[in-house]
């Protein structure tokens, strides 16, 4: 494997539990947090770091955020403050991005319903199956 930040090898999905990867997702209501995708809309979800995790940024639930595959990947080195902006600008729906700013401020401090996830896993056998059923409760 090859190395990635801070001299740990890459996992893939693997570097956090399922269960805290689906409450992060629940908590920013099944969505992302810089266009509004959703499941529903057909797109696949990812966990962005704020701060990337080469920059010091953690893997706490407070520095993470539900984005887009498309969204996640075209970030890329950029501030997710200014991302914001790009983002505004593209989808030209009316929201500015200090909107959009302010709502991943107040996502990210939410507290993470790890029990809810946890079962709602368990009734569908995995965090894929779940995703793919749209079922929130």
Same mark, same amino acid.
């Given at each position: 494997?090859?190395?990635?930040?801070?001299?740990?090898?890459?996992?893939?999905?693997?570097?956090?539990?399922?269960?805290?990867?689906?409450?992060?997702?629940?908590? @920013?209501? *099944?969505?992302?947090?810089?266009? +509004? %995708?959703?499941? $529903?809309?057909?797109?696949?979800? !990812?966990? @962005?770091? *704020?701060?990337?995790?080469?920059? +010091? %940024?953690?893997? $706490?639930?407070?520095?993470?955020? !539900?984005?887009?595959?498309?969204?996640?990947?075209?970030? +890329?080195?950029?501030?997710?403050?200014?991302?914001?902006?790009?983002?505004?600008?593209?989808?030209?729906?009316?929201?500015?991005?200090?909107?959009?700013?302010?709502?991943?401020?107040?996502?990210?401090?939410?507290?993470?319903?790890?029990?809810?996830?946890?079962?709602?896993?368990?009734?569908?056998?995995?965090?894929?199956?779940?995703?793919?059923?749209?079922?929130?409760?």
């Amino acid at each position: 494997m090859a190395a990635r930040g801070k001299g740990k090898a890459y996992q893939g999905m693997n570097w956090i539990r399922p269960e805290k990867r689906l409450a992060i997702y629940l908590r @920013d209501g *099944l969505a992302c947090v810089y266009c +509004g %995708g959703t499941v $529903e809309d057909g797109v696949r979800l !990812t966990l @962005d770091h *704020l701060v990337p995790h080469c920059e +010091g %940024g953690s893997n $706490e639930a407070t520095n993470l955020v !539900t984005a887009c595959l498309r969204c996640n990947s075209s970030r +890329g080195k950029r501030l997710w403050t200014k991302f914001t902006v790009a983002v505004a600008e593209y989808l030209n729906h009316g929201v500015k991005a200090r909107q959009i700013q302010a709502h991943i401020l107040s996502q990210r401090d939410k507290p993470l319903e790890i029990g809810l996830a946890k079962d709602l896993i368990a009734r569908r056998g995995s965090l894929a199956a779940t995703l793919a059923s749209g079922e929130r409760s």
